[in-house]
């Protein structure tokens, strides 16, 4: 398939993943989705498809009130008591992804925007949902809530369709609107924030904890451009913030030391706030295959799944 | 250092262009839209700024190149005196000028003046060149340029100085001190300026320049003598005719300028060396007396007089002498048509009147003017006569000798065309009976004739009514001094030889015009027989200091040649052109005689300028700031120097060729460090 490129990172053996700038192309979301998470399970050994409902988890003591349909009547044979069956309740999970459209994510040094990147990050993530029959929604925000496609089992296209014709205008606040969603999201799900997190990593953990109140699960998604990294500019220019219009003359030799140690520190802020809080984070490079952030999304999921 | 272009350095603006095209230029070009400054914004702006330039040498050799060349242009030069500092202490040139007029007689000034010109000369190193001047009313050098083997001459010719007649000038002594430094080649130049420091004699600057460098050394000979000193400074003589002999009246004018009144003094006229009449004098400070002598009888010519007063710290300005000789008459033969026409007597009656000069009349006829009259006479006035050609012939004589010809036409007027004297042609009598009289239109003010009528109300010509003229053509070398109100000329004017000829172009009677009956004919005719006859009031005396020539006290301007008699005695023979002049230097009579020397031709008196008795002094610094052109010319004290050659001025401004190369030179440093760069 001439699609595919030849990253391969080495975290993930076996898997074959494709050039976000290539599949940016492409321009079909849910083809872009489908190709992604077909190719990514193709290369995964395990079955994705755990979580079923039918999984045994655990076998506890009959109290009264219990369900007598749930008794195990083999161990009642064996040991003449009465023990409870537990399976994991994982069907029909809501599955929210939170998508930053602030100005600042309209950026990209490589062919391709952080917003690019995030929709389609966005679409995989919904289609991979969606594979698994859970219910999947959609809710894009810059300073307030922009688009909102409640979680549904027959929301797949409507997000697929809202994440199509995302525009950036306005610059981006993240508490507001995070704060509100918090309360909006009565039923236990697993909710994605995928954002720059152009913050104080304070504020960001601040605006994000609250989504978790509701036993919600929470997977954060920092997108970043190569050049925000890596500053890899070479020409003294002036330069321009998309959000505020704010100039600033920069001559980026001077300061790709600094400014890499400041991102270094923010970055490194936000994973231990985020860890403490027991928040999910993810950094992703523009510039790193999609797959990359699936399965670190998958194995987190089935990290949770295990914990329980 | 100074710069003879000093506005380039407007230039150095330029400069600001290699850092604004690194600093603000570059950032305007490029806009990069970047998420978020919130990072960039936490890196210290001010870092960010001061890094910006790249490299920092390359910035620098840029900036000096370009500062180097605006430097070029505003043509740097290094000042003499900073050259000469640099050179430091050298051999000098000293000028001692010495002030020996006559002030410096006061008391004891002029010992004092020998000793501080002394200490100058032994003050002088093996290396240093001396120089004397002497100077009064002019400056002499007494010994120029003396090496240190020469140093005796230069003590013997301050101690044979004494003071002299004349009066205190610093302006020339300063331009002779300025040529022998300016001849100089010694490194220093100083100039000692020993004097009395009248106030009188400073007039502002005059020229007087020094060198630049130049250190001038005032040195002040003031104070002293407590004592009243007194000045005649002038007589005035009263003419008086006394049973026909000529006498005059002496009044003199005694001046005290000393510090303390006179009293009990003597004032005594003198004539001819005896002391004839006294007079007691008494002068409060700063007080002028007039004293009045009893008139005097002029015994002859070339009387010799003096006015002399007591004894007192200053001599010399107390005599004063003057010269007196009866008055000389200006003889005038006026030619007339006889009995007759009577025409001459308006001429006559007119000139009957003068005093100052005494004219002396004689009328004769054309054919009646003898070779004695014209031998004796200055003035020759044609009234309207037929001229034969022999009488102007020996007319012609005349006027080239020195004579002086009025010719008046009438009708009756006519000339030998052979005979070229005459100022203009004449031609046929315009009659202006009818109609309009003719008058006086233009005339030439800024003649001697006409000059006491160039003032307002000072005579009106327009009066006079012309009612006939002759039509006159001017020769090419004459003047046309007054025209006719037609334009036709009226009265020109030609020099044949030594002497001048006028043409009236219309009569001097009334048979052509009333000009004879108007107020301005007098004065006219006066004016213009004064005129022709070259008549000066002979000065009873001149001032030292005026120049005498040969000619003077003759009566007509002869070929000059004799002897001059000074009152020291010296005998100073004149050459036979007549081109050489004295100069008085001494008080007293100068006597001139002629070639063999027995008879005596004019006696001049020879005063003193009493302005300088006045002892008033003046701060020196005023004539050291003048000669040194201020503060910054010169120095009171210190170094000297060079002379300035256009060629040392030349090398003193090539400064701007070096600096000029090296800036082209850091340019080209320029572009290989920048090669180098951009291939790194």
């Known amino acids: ?308 | 250092m100074s710069f003879l272009a000093p506005l380039f350095f407007a230039a150095l603006a330029a400069l600001a262009i290699p850092v604004l095209i690194h600093l603000i230029q570059r950032e305007k070009k490029q806009v990069v839209r970047f998420p978020s400054l919130m990072f960039v914004q936490r890196v210290p702006y001010k870092s960010v700024r001061r890094r910006r330039i790249h490299n920092w040498l390359l910035l620098c050799v840029r900036l000096t190149a370009l500062a180097l060349i605006v430097l070029a242009f505003a043509r740097p030069f290094l000042r003499r005196d900073t050259l000469n500092t640099a050179v430091g202490a050298g051999a000098r040139e000293v000028v001692v000028l010495l002030d020996d007029s006559y002030s410096l007689a006061y008391g004891d000034h002029w010992e004092r003046a020998r000793a501080a010109a002394s200490n100058a000369i032994n003050g002088l190193g093996p290396d240093d060149r001396g120089s004397l001047v002497l100077f009064g009313s002019g400056a002499e050098i007494a010994l120029r340029s003396a090496a240190s083997g020469d140093r005796p001459r230069l003590a013997a010719a301050v101690a044979a100085a004494r003071p002299g007649a004349s009066a205190t000038r610093y302006a020339p002594a300063l331009k002779v001190a300025g040529s022998i430094l300016a001849e100089s080649s010694l490194p220093r130049r100083e100039v000692v300026l020993i004097s009395d420091f009248q106030r009188g004699g400073w007039r502002g600057e005059e020229g007087a320049r020094l060198p630049e460098g130049t250190t001038v050394t005032p040195v002040a000979i003031a104070g002293g003598a407590d004592a009243p000193n007194v000045a005649v400074t002038g007589v005035s003589l009263a003419r008086s005719t006394f049973s026909n002999q000529e006498r005059v009246a002496v009044t003199a004018v005694a001046v005290n300028r000393g510090t303390r009144a006179l009293r009990g003094g003597q004032l005594s006229l003198e004539i001819g060396g005896r002391p004839i009449q006294s007079k007691p004098l008494d002068v409060e400070v700063n007080g002028s007396v007039s004293v009045v002598f009893d008139p005097v009888t002029v015994a002859g010519a070339f009387m010799r007089g003096s006015v002399r007063a007591s004894d007192d710290a200053l001599a010399v300005d107390n005599a004063f002498h003057f010269v007196v000789s009866p008055a000389q008459p200006v003889r005038v033969i006026v030619v007339d048509r006889g009995a007759t026409g009577g025409g001459a007597l308006y001429l006559t009656r007119a000139l009957a009147i003068g005093e100052a000069p005494r004219f002396e009349t004689v009328v004769r006829q054309p054919d009646a003017v003898a070779e004695d009259d014209l031998r004796r006479a200055s003035v020759v006035l044609l009234n309207d006569v037929a001229v034969p050609a022999a009488l102007a012939r020996r007319l012609q004589r005349f006027v080239e000798g020195g004579g002086g010809l009025l010719v008046a036409l009438g009708p009756r007027a006519s000339w030998s065309p052979d005979v070229d004297v005459l100022p203009a042609a004449i031609e046929a009598p315009v009659d202006r009976t009818r109609g309009d009289a003719a008058r006086l239109g233009t005339l030439e003010f800024g003649h001697p004739g006409f000059e006491p009528f160039r003032a307002p109300r000072s005579g009106d010509f327009a009066a006079a009514r012309i009612y006939g003229y002759r039509a006159v053509k001017p020769a090419a070398d004459a003047q046309v001094l007054a025209r006719f109100d037609g334009g036709a000329p009226a009265l020109v004017e030609r020099r044949v030889g030594a002497g001048k000829v006028l043409l009236w172009a219309s009569s001097l009677d009334l048979s052509w015009s009333d000009f004879p009956l108007k107020p301005v004919y007098l004065p006219f005719v006066h004016r213009a027989a004064r005129h022709l006859a070259s008549y000066s009031e002979p000065a009873p005396w001149l001032t030292v200091g005026q120049v005498l020539d040969a000619s003077a006290g003759a009566a007509r301007s002869q070929p000059a040649s004799g002897v001059v008699l000074t009152p020291s005695g010296r005998r100073v023979s004149m050459d036979e052109e007549g081109a050489e002049v004295i100069e008085l230097a001494e008080q007293g009579f100068y006597e001139l005689r002629n070639r063999s020397g027995d008879a005596v031709t004019a006696v001049v008196a020879s005063n003193v300028d009493t302005a300088e008795s006045d002892l008033t002094p003046m701060d020196p610094k005023e004539i050291v700031a003048a000669a040194t052109a201020g503060p910054g010319g010169g120095r009171e004290a210190g170094g000297s120097g060079q002379p300035v050659t256009p060629e040392t001025q030349e090398r003193s401004q090539r400064l701007w060729w070096y600096v000029l190369c090296l800036g082209i030179l850091l340019l080209g440093a320029d572009t290989v460090i920048s090669n180098r760069l951009s291939k790194s």
């Open chain 1, 1 to 308: 398939m001439s699609l595919m490129a030849s990253h391969n990172p080495s975290a993930i053996p076996g898997a074959r993943f494709m050039d976000p700038v290539v599949l940016a192309r492409i321009g079909n979301l849910s083809l872009v989705s489908r190709a992604v998470v077909d190719g990514f399970i193709n290369g995964l050994h395990k079955a994705p498809y755990f979580g079923a409902s039918v999984d045994f988890a655990e076998h506890r003591g009959y109290v009264p009130g219990d369900d007598i349909r749930r008794v195990d009547w083999r161990v009642w044979a064996r040991t003449d008591r009465y023990y409870v069956k537990e399976y994991e309740a994982e069907s029909n999970m809501n599955f929210s992804v939170l998508l930053d459209i602030s100005k600042s994510m309209d950026y990209g040094s490589i062919g391709m925007t952080k917003l690019d990147y995030a929709r389609m990050l966005t679409a995989c993530l919904t289609n991979l949902v969606h594979h698994q029959r859970d219910r999947v929604g959609f809710v894009a925000f810059d300073e307030d809530i922009v688009e909102h496609v409640p979680p549904s089992a027959k929301h797949m296209e409507t997000v697929l369709h809202v994440l199509d014709r995302l525009k950036p205008g306005r610059p981006g606040r993240l508490r507001e609107p995070l704060h509100k969603l918090a309360e909006h999201f009565g039923r236990r799900g697993v909710l994605v924030v995928i954002s720059d997190f152009y913050a104080d990593p304070e504020t960001v953990v601040d605006a994000v904890t609250p989504l978790r109140f509701r036993g919600n699960d929470l997977v954060v998604f920092h997108v970043l451009d190569p050049a925000e990294i890596e500053f890899g500019f070479t020409n003294a220019s002036a330069f321009e913030d998309l959000e505020s219009g704010e100039q600033l003359p920069v001559v980026p030799e001077a300061m790709r030391k600094e400014y890499r140690s400041l991102v270094r520190a923010h970055i490194d802020a936000l994973q231990q706030r985020f860890s403490e809080v027991r928040v999910d984070y993810t950094l992703l490079d523009t510039s790193k295959p999609l797959d990359h952030a699936l399965f670190r999304y998958l194995s987190s999921r089935e990290k949770k799944l295990r914990l329980r």
